[in-house]
């Protein structure tokens, strides 16, 4: 246990038995010790009580005798003495903390630290036992140096001031032998017995940044985080358990009957992480399908209208401006915009495209890549690395990345402004022609699978990002892809979305790419983007999955020979189009 102060418990002996008040007061002067007087002054009854605390008695004894005390002791083997003023304070020939005085009021309790508790003598050259209360036991007991001890004498909590010359373990017992200066003899220890052993608070070691010491959590209050985030969950799941049966979806709340509590909760945890309005919109959308609509398909159709405000260049001049005095200046603007921490960047990493699934090791390569050369090659100083950097990726890469930025110093970007973000997921449905039944990897999972490009939308919603960049006075926001021809935070791209006030600036390259984008919003044209988001339209891509079904009160593993399922997904191209003004769209044309 962590060093701490504990409050002893005091044995009032106003609860003496009357026959043994005559002997005490025909007793002697001299220190005797309750075991090994001639005198049987403890009765049965007293001597089991253990615990028991110093404390003055006075009462029916004449003025000539002694204080009697009793000192705490932890079993009934450890001695209880009788003494006066004199003998204790020959013991304790070190000076004296009066519990009345200033000083303890100011020390006392705070200024004071409880290591130990001595418990008895042990051998015969005034060795000591300290039973001990601490996590440093061997700084306490066997380093020489100054200690402190407590103990009540005539009502009065006295501390004095002792040299420890040294200490070990004795395994056996559980306990510590340490030694004092002045303190040589069995009957000189035998008056410690019973004191608390203390040091001052200062002289307490720093502990980790999460560790406590147990007396500074005293007075504060406890709340279990277990329960409470529990509590928490059932909140949350009773609502949608409800929209689930009106949906029928019953069927995904039958694990959170059967089978282990952290499975349940895995399923519950689940189930309330379902966007189940953008669910419904999903399914109802692909029931009356609607072809794909790209953002390539978007500017041949508008090719007329988009021809004004288009400007096509070499994709080198991204990233080195070279060229004529006018686009100099659309650099330095982007360059300003960049050190005033003006615009943002959103950078979208997924495993799948439309061809293949690209392993993780490649996508970090390609990522550690991009912000190296955004480092090396676009050298525009510090400050340009200030900007809210937010990265969208799958649960199954998310770690890596984090891990990634963190080895790499953040590739010079602020910390407390680079976000990770899981992008959205959708239940996987069957594609049985009754019904759009969610299908099951186990009776505890739910089969998932992100949403496309579209779903960023979604994510950022869900994390609050938008308020968080307005907050930040962001005025434009770069929504990219990993990909090789990315413009990644180029100051040409920013200063031209500037210079033409432009509510999307969408990059675009000879050959046709639909996994790869590169977008520029002003800050009010995502907000309309990110309200109008639950209208975009949905495809339903057919795929083949082994899931588990309740058939007759048994969960039964159904591996399909063919297609069964559909995945529900979104391009970012159907998000753009429907709150845009084409007057405020630009094109960026590059070219090879």
């Given amino acids: 246990m962590p060093e701490s102060l504990f409050t002893q418990r005091c044995f009032s002996l106003k609860g003496v038995h009357p026959m043994l008040r005559p002997s005490l007061i025909s007793c002697p002067c001299t220190p005797l010790s309750f075991l090994s007087s001639s005198w049987s002054f403890l009765p049965r009854t007293l001597a089991a009580v253990e615990n028991l605390s110093a404390t003055t008695f006075q009462e029916n004894l004449h003025a000539t005798h002694s204080d009697l005390f009793f000192y705490q002791r932890s079993s009934v083997t450890t001695p209880l003495f009788v003494s006066g003023r004199q003998s204790i304070e020959e013991v304790f020939s070190g000076s004296w903390v009066d519990g009345d005085a200033e000083t303890e009021a100011q020390m006392g309790v705070s200024g004071f630290i409880e290591v130990g508790y001595i418990s008895g003598v042990h051998g ?28 009540c004498i ?22 510590w032998i340490i030694s004092f200066k002045g303190i040589e003899t069995v009957d000189q220890a035998k008056q410690i017995v019973g004191s608390t052993l203390l040091i001052k608070e ?62 349940k909760t895995i399923l519950a945890k689940q189930i309330v992480d379902i966007n189940l309005r953008l669910f419904q919109h999903a399914v109802q959308s692909i029931e009356t399908p609607s072809g794909r609509f790209s953002l ?39 360059l300003q915009l960049l050190k005033n921490s003006k ?15 690209v392993s993780k090791e490649t996508l970090l390569s390609k990522l550690q890549q991009l912000l190296l050369d955004y480092q090396r090659v676009l050298k525009f100083g510090e400050k340009c690395l200030e900007i809210p950097l937010i990265i969208v990726t799958s649960k199954y890469l998310l770690a890596s990345c984090e891990k990634l930025f963190s080895e790499n110093d953040y590739f010079m970007f602020n910390p407390q402004k680079v976000l990770f973000i899981e992008e959205t997921k959708l239940p996987i449905i069957s594609n049985s022609a009754e019904s759009n039944r969610i299908l099951m990897k186990s009776s505890w999972e739910i089969l998932q699978s992100p949403i496309g490009s579209g779903g960023t939308f979604d994510s950022l919603s869900s994390h609050k ?59 009010g044209q995502l907000s309309k983007t990110f309200k109008h988001f639950e209208t975009i339209p949905f495809q339903a891509v057919p795929e083949q999955h082994r899931h588990v079904e309740q058939i007759d009160g048994e969960w039964l593993e159904l591996d399909p020979t063919m297609p069964n399922s559909y995945r529900l997904h979104c391009s970012i191209d159907s998000s753009l189009f429907n709150s845009c003004n084409m007057d405020k769209v630009f094109i960026l044309h590059v070219s090879e």
């Fill in 296 to 334: 390539y398909d978007f500017v041949d159709d508008n090719s007329n209208l988009l021809l004004k405000n288009a400007l096509r260049i070499p994709y080198s001049y991204l990233l080195d401006c070279a060229y004529s005095e006018k686009n100099d200046e659309l650099h330095d603007e982007g």
């Fill in 343 to 357: 615009v943002a960047i959103i950078l979208v990493i997924n495993n799948e495209n439309s061809t293949r699934v």
């Fill in 202 to 263: 200062e002289d307490r070691p720093e502990l980790e940044e999460d560790a406590f010491y147990t007396h500074d959590l005293v007075g504060m209050r406890v709340i279990l985080k277990e329960w409470k985030q529990r509590k928490k969950l059932q909140q949350q799941l009773t609502p949608v358990k409800k929209k689930l049966h009106e949906i029928g979806q019953s069927h995904v709340l039958h694990g959170l009957s059967i089978g282990e509590k952290p499975q």
């Fill in 465 to 523: 990002a938008l308020d968080l960049l307005q907050r930040m006075g962001v005025e434009y926001v770069q929504l990219c892809s990993l990909s090789a021809r990315c413009a990644f935070g180029s100051p040409f791209f920013f200063g031209l979305a500037c210079s033409r006030r432009a509510d999307l600036a969408l990059k675009i390259l000879d050959r046709n790419e639909e996994d790869d984008y590169d977008i520029i919003f002003s800050i």
């Fill in 124 to 151: 015969l050259k005034g060795e000591l036992r300290v039973k001990p209360n601490t996590e440093f036991p061997e700084l306490r007991f066997c380093t020489p140096g100054t200690r402190w001890l407590k103990a």
């Fill in 154 to 175: 005539f009502g009065k909590e006295r501390i004095s001031e002792m040299h420890l010359t040294g200490g070990r373990s004795h395994a056996g017992l559980k306990s």
